[in-house]
């Protein structure tokens, strides 16, 4: 049973680690002088809108959580907007933490605001398509001990890993080797973007290795 | 006189401004612009040459550098690039006349990657092409030339022009220059003079520099006198000689030669000697003062740790070494006396190292003891072993932080950019501070079981104060980088409006504006600390102290306010007021020194705040202090009801308990120490706006508030972690307190770099005259370091204020109703009291943080002065790195110095309460 579920996380995984390589690749077959660096913004745009509908279909598909007891059709409507909601606030409380830590206030708002969404997709949507809009299971995931199975300990490994790479992405910025991608938020958001595959890639693989150790206390 | 002609790199105008005859200068910043600079010359050169307005044509190609360093040697743009210089060159020549020389030389060369700065073979040689039409040398060119050092370029182009050698020239002439078309006796004789004149200059430059400066040594300069005065003395004779007769030109000529290989001789020696003692570092000297830094962070680390297990055994730890400090400097002597000269610096360093060997000797001897003695106890061991690791892991965070903080100092673009990542590393600490203990999960309410089942857990309500603390302090941490000063490596930088005095704005309303809020951001600041202290009870006596602090510190305001407006106001608009303004700006300014100096001798004299009343009547009844705020809005002058009912109470209570216990109620007990570390700080801060411009007193505000926040995050984190020890401060609490002093370091406008510094501190309440050099040196290092001095001096806050802030916790709880107070309440209610109850322990928490905070900055020294003697040969190390120490070594110093000033106020605080106790007692 256990094996069989860190097989499929495994599986998630790798398809989402592919789906960003893709969006990196694909779009400039389609679209004139795209990449990754040239146009960062499309980027932005495309790896969200990417990560994000792949995050809901898996979601979908595999239900790693059980579902709610009451399905009517208004609570699914009313679930889905305060998932919108939170997603959206989520966004300006990253923005505002980003500017708070040193991001030009009124220049590049665009591509600030981008990177605050790129960084919502790979954290709180996650805990949205997992948890749903409940903040009282999100702390509780984020605390010692706290992930009730595989997929929030995955959960908790590759938010932390994301926004420790977007945390590492800024280290470069004031070097002066001149190269196109220290320009704010290129570097950042490829931190966020490599800590989130990285995070991706771990999570299995530490799992299994702990697996031992971890026992998910039961609901 | 000459009319010099210069065309290329726009930096000669920095560097020589308004000095050229005619100038085209062509932007050269952009390294990957490879052609504007030499399209610009091309455009202009051969015009400039043909048309002759010129003696001197200065034309400085920069393609090749910058593409060099944008491609590297190998590349096919850097084969364009040498063809279009070559196919310059070509035609250049063309244009040339026939009196004319041109010489083609390279500053450097570069390596593999393209690069230079370094002191590699490939990088420090150049090619030197020489061309004249007219034949320059005697003989065939030389079949393998030497190498001539750049130096001697520059007596060749003065003697060339006809104009003297510059004063401070160490070169040497190019003699092949100066042959002439004579045969090859006149020849010599030319060469001989050019020699004789280069001689004679470099002779009196190494005379008139001796004499200022000693490092040259003495007998090496005797001897190159010698030297001099032989071959001058046989040049005169020998000029006698040619001019009498016309003696064999085979036995001359040889004469000539000896001679001016004599001169050349002469030459080389005097600047190899230069060259060596200039350009000399120690690298032994260096290597053992970075060992001596390293031990004494780690001897501050090892005391921090040891203090908090045994107090004793730490004591003998520190004195033991004192007897070492004398065969330190006994050995150092020694050592001296084997070469010649007393070395002060030697001397001392030989006795600190003796010093910190004695102490690392005795802590190693008594160490296996402790451990023998942990080991007979096994699961103790274990449990211990176990405790340490997570108590490294929990130091891990705090620690990485700071050795990224080490790191940054190692990279030129870190320093550059370190007023931006000092917040952001404070930002980061903070930030990871709330996610351990949100991980932890203090912040949560311990579970219930039903909660448990459910799998939710809900927060504090301390989390919402918390979090607030946190997002003040990002946002204040964000609001101070509006106050950076620029530094000249980041060129599209612009200094902070805040900057400039308020004189200089034009807009009359603007000024007036920012000058209404300058000084209502004063009286805020008063009325703040006034209504601090009041709240806890520091401002109902009658000392002389507390009566400073009420109506000294509004006459310290309304000086600087007097002072600013004087300050700002337009020259040329009082007329006849003049004079009477040049006297304003110097009196209110010492004004203010003088009220502050008052304050800090009144709080020396009698650093206490406390109110007493007494309502004893017999001798030896139990003194409970009564600490805190007075019941009601208890006013100074609403005191005598006050003391009535009181005295009521105690009579009351004597009846009704039946016992002799009357009470002394002292306002403000709780938090004497405090109080007085808050009036010296704000005299302190009064003093150092009044030397930085007026707009920087909202860097000030900002200061204030984030030290008043990270003290409150400190205090509300430690009770949410529920640390065992109350008196040991953690790691996190200094690293962000030290973090925070070097982001306002930058955020009050400076920058480790000399024209960054504010000269114009040294003249407030001076005006242009000093007589000693000491005082503007203190005035503008008071300027330059003013947020190292006030974090330094509020450092015993991080002790003082978890102790503080216990009574308002608890207040909330029970609204007043504090006249009887059962003995556990009074117990709640200790605040600072706490510390006395156990002295031995208070001295040793204050040692702990005084070396913890010793420590964290002595590691950011460290860090520095291996940076510097690392990169010695670096590019930057003369912009970036040298100045960047002398400023971090200045800064330790200025800190540890306000360090131990705070700490020794504390101390006298103690000292103060004990005798008012034991005056209490007597009475």
């Not at chain 1, 077959?29 to 969200?48: I, K, N, P």
């Not at chain 1, 990253?94 to 206030?105: M, N, Q, R, T």
């Amino acid at each position: 049973m256990r094996e069989a579920e860190i097989r499929r996380l495994l599986a998630a995984n790798l398809l989402c680690a592919l789906s960003i390589v893709l969006a990196a690749l694909v779009p400039a077959f389609f679209v004139d002088g795209f990449s990754v660096l040239g146009t960062h913004l499309t980027w932005l745009c495309v790896c969200s809108v990417c990560v994000a509908t792949l995050n809901i279909i898996l979601h979908l598909v595999l239900k790693p959580s059980q579902s709610p007891k009451r399905s009517s059709f208004a609570h699914k409507i009313s679930r889905f907007l305060k998932c919108c909601i939170y997603f959206f606030m989520s966004c300006i409380l990253f923005h505002a933490i980003i500017v708070l830590y040193g991001a030009p206030l009124i220049e590049s708002v665009t591509e600030t605001f981008l990177f605050a969404v790129l960084l919502s997709t790979f954290t709180t949507l996650q805990c949205l398509c997992l948890l749903g809009p409940n903040i009282q299971a999100w702390i509780r995931v984020f605390s010692k001990n706290g992930a009730m199975s595989i997929w929030e300990s995955s959960l908790q490994i590759t938010s932390v890993c994301s926004i420790l790479g977007a945390w590492f992405g800024a280290f470069p910025i004031p070097l002066d080797w001149d190269r196109p991608w220290q320009v704010w938020p290129i570097s950042c958001s490829l931190g966020a973007t490599f800590g989130y595959m990285a995070g991706l890639i771990i999570a299995p693989l530490w799992i299994h290795w702990n697996r031992k150790q971890l026992t998910y206390k039961s609901r | 006189g000459r009319r010099v002609v210069f065309m290329g790199d726009d930096t000669w105008e920095g560097l020589f401004p308004k000095k050229f005859f005619r100038s085209y200068f062509f932007p050269s910043f952009n390294v990957k612009d490879l052609h504007t600079v030499d399209d610009g010359i091309l455009q202009h050169l051969y015009p400039t040459v043909d048309s002759g307005e010129w003696d001197v044509l200065i034309a400085h190609f920069l393609g090749v550098d910058h593409c060099g360093h944008k491609h590297g040697p190998d590349h096919p743009e850097m084969a364009k690039k040498l063809t279009q210089m070559n196919e310059m060159l070509r035609s250049l020549v063309d244009h040339l006349g026939n009196d004319t020389l041109l010489l083609v030389a390279g500053d450097h060369g570069m390596t593999e990657t393209g690069d230079h700065g370094g002191d590699s073979e490939k990088e420090v040689n150049a090619a030197l092409f020489v061309y004249s039409r007219t034949p320059l040398f005697g003989s065939g060119p030389p079949e393998e030339p030497e190498t001539i050092p750049q130096v001697n370029l520059v007596p060749t182009m003065a003697l060339l022009l006809g104009v003297p050698i510059p004063y401070s020239n160490i070169g040497e002439v190019m003699a092949e220059l100066f042959s002439g078309d004579g045969d090859a006796v006149s020849a010599a004789l030319q060469q001989l003079s050019v020699y004789h004149i280069n001689a004679k200059q470099v002779d009196r430059f190494l005379q008139s520099y001796s004499l200022v400066a000693q490092d040259l040594p003495a007998e090496q300069l005797q001897h190159l006198r010698e030297l001099f005065s032989s071959a001058v003395e046989e040049h005169t004779q020998l000029l006698a000689q040619v001019q009498g007769t016309t003696g064999l030109p085979r036995e001359l000529e040889s004469r000539l030669g000896s001679l001016i290989g004599r001169f050349q001789r002469y030459l080389r020696e005097a600047r190899a000697v230069c060259t060596q003692s200039w350009a000399r570092f120690h690298p032994l000297r260096m290597a053992g003062g970075c060992i001596l830094i390293a031990s004494s962070c780690l001897l501050c680390y090892t005391v921090s740790e040891l203090a908090a297990s045994s107090h004793s055994f730490c004591r003998s730890c520190l004195l033991y070494p004192l007897p070492w400090v004398l065969v330190g400097a006994l050995l150092g002597l020694a050592h001296v006396f084997t070469q010649k000269g007393l070395d002060l610096l030697l001397v001392s360093s030989w006795a600190a190292a003796a010093s910190q060997l004695g102490f690392f000797w005795h802590w190693w001897g008594r160490h296996p003891k402790r451990a023998r003695l942990a080991g007979s106890q096994p699961p103790l061991a274990s449990g211990g072993l176990r405790q340490r690791l997570r108590a490294w892991l929990g130091l891990a965070f705090p620690m990485g932080i700071l050795l990224f903080r080490c790191g940054a100092m190692f990279s030129d673009s870190f320093v550059v950019a370190e007023a931006r990542v000092a917040p952001f590393l404070l930002a980061s600490l903070v930030m990871l501070l709330v996610g351990k203990l949100h991980w932890d999960g203090r912040l949560t309410v311990p579970e219930s079981p039903k909660q448990q089942l459910l799998g939710f857990s809900s927060y504090r309500r301390e989390i919402w104060y918390l979090l607030c603390l946190v997002a003040m302090l990002l946002v204040c941490v964000r609001l101070s980088s509006f106050f950076h000063q620029c530094r000249e490596e980041i060129p599209q930088c612009r200094p902070s409006v805040f900057l400039s005095p308020l004189a200089s704005l034009r807009n009359t309303r603007a000024k007036n504006l920012f000058y209404l809020l300058c000084v209502a951001l004063l009286a805020g600041l008063v009325y703040a600390v006034q209504s601090w202290l009041r709240h806890y009870g520091n401002l109902n006596s009658s000392d002389p102290l507390v009566l400073f602090v009420r109506w000294g510190f509004p006459l310290v305001v309304l000086c600087i306010a007097c002072y600013w407006a004087v300050a700002s106001s337009a020259d040329d608009s009082l007329g006849k007021l003049q004079e009477l303004v040049q006297v304003a700006v110097v009196v209110f300014p010492r004004a203010v020194y003088g009220l502050a100096s008052v304050g800090l001798l009144l709080l020396l004299c009698n650093p206490l705040t406390v109110f007493a009343k007494d309502t004893r009547e017999s001798a030896g009844s139990i003194v409970t202090p009564y600490l805190g705020v007075p019941s009601s809005e208890v006013d100074f002058l609403h005191v005598i009801p006050q003391i009535y009912k009181r005295m009521q109470e105690s009579q009351r209570s004597r009846l009704e308990r039946g016992s002799c216990r009357a009470t002394v109620a002292a306002y403000g007990l709780g938090s004497v120490y405090s109080a007085a570390l808050v009036i010296a700080l704000t005299l302190l801060g009064f003093l150092l706006m009044l030397l930085h411009s007026e707009r920087l007193s909202f860097a000030f505000l900002l200061l204030f508030v984030e030290a008043f926040v990270l003290l409150h995050i400190h205090t509300c984190a430690r009770g949410l972690a529920g640390d065992a020890e109350p008196f040991s401060v953690p790691w996190y609490a200094v690293i962000s307190w030290l973090l925070a002093a070097s982001q306002f370091f930058y955020s009050t406008g400076h920058q480790p770099i000399f024209p960054a510094i504010h000269w114009n501190a040294a003249f407030v309440g001076f005006h242009l005259d000093h007589s000693t050099n000491l005082l503007p040196a203190v005035l503008v290092g008071a300027n330059t370091f003013a947020s190292h001095i006030l974090f330094a001096v509020g450092c015993p806050l991080l002790l003082l204020w978890p102790f503080v802030c216990e009574m308002s916790n608890s207040q909330r709880k029970k609204p007043k109703k504090e006249s009887r107070e059962e003995l556990q309440e009074v117990e709640e209610r200790m605040m600072e009291m706490r510390l006395r109850e156990s002295p031995e322990k208070f001295s040793t928490a204050l040692l702990r943080l005084g070396l913890k905070y010793l420590f964290v900055l002595g590691a950011q020294l460290l860090a520095c002065v291996c940076a510097a003697m690392i990169l010695r040969r670096h590019l930057m190390v003369w912009k970036v790195f040298a100045p960047k120490f002398l400023f971090e070594s200045l800064g330790f110093v200025v800190s540890s110095i306000c360090l131990l000033l705070g700490i020794s106020l504390v101390m006298r605080v103690d000292c103060a309460v004990s005798t008012w106790f034991s005056q209490l007692r007597l009475r």
